[in-house]
């Protein structure tokens, strides 16, 4: 799943794709890399980021989603609101990326349980500008998969088939980078819990911080790496902003466990 941010503030990729045919012609080159999914957001959720208004993120979305849509590119949207995910669907979305997993708008498990869009519900607690204060947890494996299951049954109680729903542990959303290395260790966890499950890495705090404080740019090896991990456990994608890096590391995982490297079923095998 590729990334295009149409914003001018996240962490990555802010500022680069606000111009329409830039945006389309960076989703077309990743298609071209081996991105299967191109997932369109307008606004940023990086830790700290402010609200972007509904008309704005309207206007920066649903141009590109129509346009792809047009070319019969398989689109998600990354959408916190019931509107936006809405008028996506009606410009040809097949995919509804809520990082608030249902909590942000109450609107929103409603109007995709009246489409036939797919549904990821991200592990979420709150919005972005206070989430990185402090975030507490018993045990963060048991916490997160608690309540991503009690965000996972609000949608299917709403009306969205089980089958539609992919699962997300929600790397650096009311994570320290210390949650978010165990729910790597413990991938396999959420890869039992009966859904599709979508592992969003790509050039994170946590790598830059492991990378002795590297820039957002020069992470990609290191995602690469949680690429391949994710791979092997089966996986059904990654969320990522350097695609042809990504779609590598997947070939290497996949054609690994082909010898029976790996169980692909329940993680690692040794
Ligand atoms: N991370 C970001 C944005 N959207 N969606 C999902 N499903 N999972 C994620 O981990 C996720 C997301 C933040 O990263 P960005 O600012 O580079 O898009």
């Known amino acids: 799943m590729g990334i295009v941010n149409v914003t001018p503030d996240s962490f990555s990729d802010g ?34 980021a402010e609200r972007v208004s509904l008309d704005d993120e309207l206007a920066r979305v649903i141009p590109l989603v129509r346009d792809l849509a047009a070319d019969g590119v398989a689109v998600s949207v990354d959408t916190m609101r019931a509107p936006v995910a809405r008028a996506a669907i009606d410009a040809g979305a097949k995919i509804i990326n809520d990082v608030s997993g249902g909590l942000a708008d109450p609107e929103m498990l409603t109007v995709v349980a009246d489409s036939s869009a797919d549904y990821v519900v991200m592990h979420w607690r709150e919005h972005s500008a206070t989430m990185q204060q402090g975030p507490r947890y018993d045990d963060v494996v048991a916490d997160v998969v608690s309540e991503l299951l009690a965000q996972r049954d609000a949608a299917v109680e709403a009306g969205i088939a089980p089958e539609r729903v992919i699962l997300d542990p929600g790397l650096g959303f009311s994570k320290t980078w210390d949650h978010n290395w165990t729910l790597l260790r413990h991938l396999n966890v959420f890869q039992k819990l009966g859904h599709r499950v979508l592992v969003g890495a790509s050039r994170k705090a946590f790598l830059g911080e492991l990378l002795g404080g590297r820039e957002p740019l020069g992470r990609d090896g290191a995602t690469a790496a949680l690429s391949f991990w994710s791979a092997l456990h089966d996986v059904w994608a990654v969320r990522t902003h350097d695609v042809s890096g990504q779609s590598d590391a997947i070939a290497v995982a996949r054609r690994l466990a082909r010898e029976g490297a790996v169980d692909l079923s329940g993680g690692v095998t040794h």
């Open 15 to 48: 500022g680069r794709y606000l111009n329409h045919e830039r945006a389309l012609s960076h989703a077309r080159g990743m298609l071209t890399a081996g991105a299967s999914i191109v997932d369109v957001g307008g606004e940023s959720t990086r830790p700290g």
